[in-house]
């Protein structure tokens, strides 16, 4: 039975949430501040947190970055506030997805769903490493350098990253990308795939040019000999 973590400081927000995710099947534990939510997953195993961002004591992109440090546990996160820039340092903390309160219990369970299927029994094919355009990416350790530095990415950013390498010269629609990345059954939209590549050109340094940005379509990703 898969476990969920729901963290929120509102009573009526758990209660709500627990419903739905007990009535598919799942076992819930809650907590109702991002500082016993870090202590749980010290001790306890999740297969995914629902978390709200503004709690007392510790806020959830504090606590999901605490969290990361040991263990990778994917998180959606629930927030009030739905700004881009909201949106983007969720996804930068390393956070697998973001919905919106007030948000549809039938929404909120059909994305839960789709991050526990992700998740569940993945297990990487072993391959030798990828090399390409100054990066290097080690798909059994999930692993990144470029120029030969370490860079620290997101699942998400990985994850794209290796779909774009993979099919190096090949435009790639944003909604192939959302299909391949987070699922066939992913309830948001494709500027979702327009923020993470932001974040991930950022952590490619010199060669974030390697990703072409293909107007009205999507990405793809091209050999550069310019450094």
């Not at 990361?68 to 629930?78: A, G, Y």
């Not at 697998?96 to 007030?102: N, S």
């Not at 974040?199 to 450094?227: P, V």
Request: glycine share 8%.
């Amino acid at each position: 039975m898969h476990r969920i973590l729901i963290v929120d400081d509102e009573s009526d927000i758990i209660a709500l949430i627990r419903r739905n995710v007990e009535r598919e099947g799942y076992a819930v534990t809650s907590a109702d501040d991002g500082m016993k939510a870090v202590e749980l997953c010290k001790t306890e195993d999740f297969d995914l947190i629902i978390m709200d961002v503004m709690m007392p004591d510790m806020d959830g992109f504090t606590a999901c970055k605490k969290i990361r440090e040991s263990k990778d546990i994917p998180v959606l996160m629930l927030s009030a506030r739905g700004t881009e820039y909201d949106k983007l340092f969720g996804f930068e903390v390393g956070i697998d997805d973001y919905v919106t309160k007030p948000f549809s219990p039938k929404e909120l369970m059909a994305r839960v769903r789709v991050i526990i299927n992700r998740h569940a029994g993945a297990m990487p094919a072993r391959e030798d490493p990828i090399l390409c355009c100054g990066i290097e990416i080690d798909t059994l350790g999930r692993n990144v350098t470029v120029n030969g530095e370490r860079v620290d990415l997101t699942a998400k950013e990985y994850d794209i990253l290796l779909i774009l390498v993979r099919n190096k010269g090949i435009v790639l629609s944003r909604e192939r990308i959302l299909n391949e990345v987070w699922g066939y059954d992913y309830y948001g939209d494709d500027r979702t795939v327009d923020w993470q590549i932001k974040l991930l050109r950022g952590k490619l340094g010199t060669r974030r040019d390697c990703i072409k940005t293909i107007r009205g379509i999507g990405y793809k990703f091209e050999e550069t000999t310019d450094l």
